[in-house]
């Protein structure tokens, strides 16, 4: 009997049924009718997402430290870098679904290394006669792990408004700012908040909005940029502001990421109205937030929790430690009441980054960027005639300081009016680095900008004798008292009063004691210039940075003075000019021990 041959249609539709048949050996195939009555499956009641978050990566793309030329290493075996955290990343989304994902930043990303100084300044993003600029590597890395949203960090605006508009519009995801306003028209210059979506099959999407919080101290740290120009109000007022707006929009998680730590304390004192830490009293005095991620403060809060004093509602925040060190991980858990979504659980940890390689999409993207700054920060530009070491400049006039002190009031003093020139010159400075170490022998640019780690520039400011006593003051509350006849232990005799390295300032071209028997405001003993006892109305051009003579730390007197001298040079590079100019670095021609600690008049060391 003949078989006519099967059309393509014929066969296709019975390749599909057998196929079907095949598949579900065993069972019996549903008539048409039985699968027009069957239901269709019912919608998701419960969902769980996601959001990874980073802060304060200062421009640390791979685990490489470019002062030491070397991996980066530290006594607790952290890796630091976008690279691993990307790995990190990756991980993430592999195991619950890239859909189910979403990353955050909470700011401080185009400043911190010499990669971020290179494209700054020696070849910046803003470009140079006429010519368009590169891409921020920190752009590139960020856009190529899908973030979501960042934060405003301070440090952001360290290289100028311009330098930030360009990373902006190199970045595939918003910079958030809600209390980063235009100074004249008091609206925001920044995207205040950002809305995703999570698609949910066969139930409605999961609306998440993300609200950005900057630092107000910008509005000190870095006036020269700022001043005139932006106005940086609370993160408690504006979150107030824009909260009950996203929960207006139908947001059903309300998340913040903060530039802003969570212990209610200002480094500046009462010099602003607006609190320097506020997640805390974010979380406490605004309804309406599910979680926080936490930035500014380096340090790693894994997971900590603050009831809302009007709801009773906990709030979970969490700051991962800097650089990419870690990666805060949110589990928020919902629930679908009444066709809304409602969040039933949140829940925070961080991961380490040295649990995992970095990533090669990362590594390929911007491996020649890294080695061209590693060619830069190697270029010799001088010699040292002896070994000038920062170990112990935190309880001794060591020579590495009075390097900085020199430079600072040279600088200063060659843009003195006549009038102020006549007036003693005295500098301020604080250790950065106790790692810091200018070699023997040739010095190349890594080995000066190891030594000054911030890109800040200069100021001089008039301050009377009275005003300088008060300031040293001041700055002695770094040490912890010891009474005379106790040994003095250098492990533990530093950093009282939580006032850190980059805080505590030593003074150069007047003489004092510090006594650490006695209490604080009592510690300054014998101040003199030249010889002579200050005088309480003796007026001093003091050389500082910009970030102290604009009220960081919350030194008296100093914000309010008036200036004699003010630049756009930063600090770093007058020091690297320094050097360069004269070919030698020899602490013959600076090297004076004008201050040290003692024990009821007793030297310590």
Known sequence: MHVPPLNRREFVKKSAVTGAAVAVAGTVAATP??????????????????????????????????????????????????????????????????????????????????????????????????????????????????????????????????TLRRFEEQCHFPLLGANALDAKTLRPAFQPYTVKRLRVPGAPDIKVGILGLTNPGIALWDKDNVAGKM?????????????????????????????????????????????????????????????????????????????????????????????GMRLTVFDFELELVHGQWKVTSTKAQTLNSNTVEEDAEITGLLTTDHDLVVKYVNTPVGTCTADLSAAEACWKDVPVMDFIHQVQMAAVATGLSTADAALPLISVAAPFSRTADIPRGDVTIRDVAGLYIYDNTLYGKKLTGAQLKDYLEYAAKYYHQVPSGTKVDTATLTNANSFWDYMYDTAAGVSYDIDIAQPEGSRIKNLSYAGTPVADGQVFVVAVNNYRANGGSGYPHIAAADIAYSSTNEIRQLMIDYVTAKGSLDPADFAAANWRLTQNGTPVF
């Open 231 to 323: 106005a940086f109000t609370g993160l408690v007022e504006q979150a107030k502001k824009y909260v009950p707006r996203m929960r207006a929009l139908g947001c059903d998680v309300v998340f913040l990421t903060d530039h802003s730590g969570l212990d209610g304390s200002s480094s500046y004192g009462d010099e602003l109205p607006y609190v320097e830490n506020a997640s805390n009293l974010v979380a406490q005095q605004v309804p309406g937030i599910d979680a926080i991620l936490v930035g500014h403060t380096h340090t790693e809060v894994s997971s900590y929790t603050v009831t809302n004093t009007e709801t009773g509602k906990d709030v979970v925040l969490s700051e991962p430690y800097c650089y």
């Open 33 to 162: 009718a039985q699968a027009a009555h069957r239901k269709p499956p019912k919608p998701p009641r419960t969902w769980s997402f996601s959001i990874l978050g980073t802060t304060d990566l200062h421009s640390h793309v791979f685990d490489w430290d470019y002062y030491t030329d070397a991996a980066y290493q530290d006594s607790k075996g952290n890796s630091v870098g976008v690279a691993r955290v990307a790995t990190l990343v990756k991980q993430q989304r592999a195991a619950k679904g890239e859909d189910h994902v979403l990353l955050v930043d909470a700011g401080d990303i185009i400043q911190g290394t010499s990669l971020a100084y290179y494209y700054a300044r020696v070849d910046p993003i803003v470009g140079t006669g006429g010519k368009r600029g590169p891409k921020h590597p920190m752009a590139i890395a960020m856009n190529a792990m899908r973030y979501d949203a960042a934060a405003l960090g301070n440090h952001e605006f360290n290289y100028g408004i311009e």
